[in-house]
T-cell receptor, first 119, second 110 residues
Framework: GAVVSQHPSWVICKSGTSVKIECRSL??????MFWYRQFPKQSLMLMAT?????????EQGVEKDKFLINHASLTLSTLTVTSAHPEDSSFYIC???????????????FGPGTRLTVL | QKEVEQDPGPLSVPEGAIVSLNCTYS??????FMWYRQYSRKGPELLMY????GNKEDGRFTAQVDKSSKYISLFIRDSQPSDSATYLC??????????FGAGTTVTVRA
């Protein structure tokens, strides 16, 4: 099956620093990747949609200057949390989509998530 | 009103029981309906997806979609302790963007 990895799996940083999270599709090429955040006992909230070679599309209420997304290749997208603050502490999950040609459905495969704690 | 409503539970059942989960939605454009399982501190994994209305069965799992009522269900037969997880429903109109329910936490007691 399709595998998506994230690195790091967890990170602790000081307030004001920037943190970069990588998302890789290991065995397939993904034209589209998605970034979500999840607070404890809550569902996934879509932050942005990232297409290779173009600017990310951010959901309403998500600051694009704070959450920088780069989709450099068909297998790699990065999320950089700039000038992180304690309220940015969360579980960040990426997904990569692959078209199922039989059904025309773009299935999303999720990474294992990155837990960010900002002190 | 949220686009997708799902009772967060928690739901606790004895081993071997049938687990019944459901979601309602308001967006009539949704065409694809998914159920994901998420273990603590892990990313979601796809259990089943259904296109439009109807039933789909895969082993112990059965998914049902009733578009006329905007209601979807997931049934887990012969539940096992390893089925203890959070179950998320998700829906898409086909653009690739998913709208998730809040997730239902299920515990299967041995």
């Amino acid at each position: 099956g399709a595998v998506v990895s994230q690195h790091p799996s967890w990170v602790i940083c000081k307030s004001g620093t920037s943190v970069k999270i990588e998302c890789r599709s290991l065995d397939f090429q993904a034209t589209t990747m998605f970034w979500y955040r999840q607070f404890p006992k809550q569902s996934l909230m879509l932050m942005a949609t990232s297409n290779e070679g173009s600017k990310a599309t951010y959901e309403q209420g998500v600051e694009k200057d704070k959450f920088l997304i780069n989709h450099a290749s068909l297998t790699l997208s990065t999320l950089t949390v700039t000038s992180a603050h304690p309220e940015d502490s969360s579980f960040y999950i990426c997904s990569a989509s692959m078209l199922d040609r039989a059904s025309s459905y773009n299935e999303q495969f999720f990474g294992p998530g990155t837990r960010l704690t900002v002190l | 009103q949220k686009e997708v409503e799902q009772d967060p539970g928690p739901l606790s059942v004895p081993e071997g029981a049938i687990v019944s989960l459901n979601c309602t939605y308001s967006n009539s454009a949704f065409q694809y309906f998914m159920w994901y399982r998420q273990y603590s501190r892990k990313g979601p994994e796809l259990l089943m997806y259904t296109y439009s209305s109807g039933n789909k069965e895969d082993g112990r799992f059965t998914a049902q979609v009733d578009k006329s009522s905007k209601y979807i269900s997931l049934f887990i037969r012969d539940s096992q302790p390893s089925d203890s997880a959070t179950y998320l429903c998700a829906m898409s109109a086909g653009s690739g963007k998913l709208s998730f329910g809040a997730g239902t936490t299920v515990t299967v007691r041995a």
